[in-house]
């Protein structure tokens, strides 16, 4: 039998109606107004890990939601991603430490080039967080912390100074503490030496370290103990040592434009509230660097 064919008129106009179906179906634009194409795809974020928690449950999230591009987020100590990213192991868009000394081993001929100008957009002080069920925790909150984590058998965790900035804070704060409290030996005795493998830890594993009980106290960023909600012991402001988080984008980001509508987010009042609700202290953003080699579109946030 042959099929039986539909008029050419008939045909048109069920054509006409299953088109205007479908575009109902995908939220066409009925408004008369033009639509714009939402972005898409991914940007590739290389982030000091003490940043974790803000990226991941944070401006991750809210950033996708603002853009349509959908944030790829890795997490190490800043040294740590330098490395990686001149031992050509890992390619990012982003680049995110939390030391502006940092971006410098990035910087000219001799580094790669991957950096030409960075931004500071936010701090955080060192402090001491503890775990509240360890049987220290009494004396952390009675007695000096000096003397507390000299105490036998007191395990302590930090980052390793020669990968991560942190790391270096915590040698430097404690040095401090030894000229701060006229007490001769003390750094050697809390630390053990400055890389102790028995008190060095990937950044992104000391926190859990702490909070599944296999520390009783470790040296973090104030954000990241807010956002834990563990207890901490705040230094004096003579041994007072910052974090300063800087971003920019690395020399050949795959996903450039994504790259700059991350940055745009994250300087601008929806990013900062976000880390500012994190516990990040926000500062306004500073260029250093090469001014000329800033994207056009970031001049402007920037102050350039």
């Known amino acids: ?166 790391g270096a804070l915590t040698v430097q704060a404690v040095q401090a503490a030894q000229t701060y409290y006229r007490a001769p030996g003390l750094a050697q005795h809390i630390l053990g030496g400055t890389e102790n493998p028995a008190q060095v830890f990937p950044e992104e594993d000391l926190l859990g370290r702490l909070q599944s009980g296999q520390l009783d106290a470790g040296f973090f960023y104030s954000n990241e103990a807010a956002q834990a909600h563990i207890p901490v012991i705040h230094l004096p402001a003579a041994l007072q040592f910052d974090a300063t988080f800087t971003v920019t984008v690395l020399r050949g980001a795959p996903h450039a434009a994504a790259a700059q509508a991350f940055i745009r987010f994250l300087l601008g009042k929806e990013g900062q509230a976000i880390l500012r609700g994190d516990g990040l202290q926000i500062l306004p953003p500073h260029l250093h660097g090469n001014a000329a080699s800033v994207p056009t579109n970031l001049r402007r946030i920037l102050g350039n």
């Open 1 to 166: 039998m042959r099929s039986r064919a539909f008029p050419r008129r008939a045909f048109s106009s069920a054509a006409a109606l299953a088109l205007m179906l479908g575009l109902a179906g995908c939220g066409a634009n009925t408004s008369g107004k033009p639509s714009a194409a939402i972005p898409a795809g991914n940007v590739n974020v290389l982030y000091a890990g003490s940043l974790v928690d803000v990226m991941e449950n944070g401006i991750g999230p809210a950033f996708h939601k603002a853009t349509g591009y959908t944030l790829q987020g890795i997490a190490a100590g800043s040294k740590a991603l330098v490395n990686q990213i001149k031992g050509r192991l890992r390619q990012g868009d982003v680049f995110i430490s939390a030391s502006p000394s940092v971006n410098a081993l990035l910087m000219g001929k001799a580094n790669g080039n991957y950096v030409s100008w960075y931004a500071t957009f936010a701090q955080a002080p060192l402090v001491i967080g503890y775990d509240p069920t360890s049987r220290f925790a009494h004396d952390l909150r009675t007695k000096p912390w000096y003397l507390v984590l000299q105490e036998p058998g007191f395990r302590l965790g930090r980052t390793d100074p020669i990968l991560d900035p942190k």
